[in-house]
């Protein structure tokens, strides 16, 4: 078995305990490797989860390829907040992966991580062929959102 963090365990049995669970909020919790690994098996079987947030908890570019599989395939997911996580182009890369699969999603945050120009790009294009997006919250440099907006 999986060495997780008490409060990622503790998180864990309450998913176990309630597979109809429709909302997770994590929120300045420093998660390790590990962590995202056990959460992302576990979060795959919430097949009703409607609202994903996790926020400040240091995803990572790591964090993100783990956490993108899992959250593939949570059809119902309308919100989907992954603010001030150090996610980079390469976390972004493989969480757009897993966006363009989510047709319910209504809601995306990933502002203030560091995305780059190119992570930037991918996100904006997946957000224009999903057509469900209506809010989105990103933090770029000015320089990124000129050439996002002429781009997508």
């Known amino acids: 078995t999986l060495s997780v963090s008490e409060n990622v365990s503790k998180l864990i049995t309450q ?12 929120k300045d919790l420093s998660m390790q490797y590990n962590d995202f690994i056990a959460l992302g098996s576990e979060i795959k079987e ?8 996790i926020n400040n908890s240091n995803i990572g570019n790591e964090g993100a390829r783990v956490l993108a599989p899992a959250i593939k395939g949570l059809k119902f997911l309308t919100e989907l907040y992954i603010n001030r996580n150090n996610i980079g182009s390469e976390g972004t890369i493989a969480l757009v992966s897993a966006i363009k699969e989510l047709k319910s999603l209504i809601e995306i945050g990933i502002g203030n991580n560091n995305i780059g120009t190119e992570g930037a790009i991918a996100l904006a294009s997946a957000i224009k062929e999903l057509k469900s997006v209506s809010y989105t919250h990103l933090t770029l440099p000015t320089s990124d959102l000129v050439y996002i907006s002429l781009v997508a």
Not at 15 to 26: H, N, P, V
Not at 46 to 51: G, M, P, Y
């Open 15 to 26: 998913i176990k305990q309630d597979k109809k669970m429709t909302k997770i909020l994590i």
């Open 46 to 53: 919430l097949k009703s989860l409607t609202a994903l947030t």
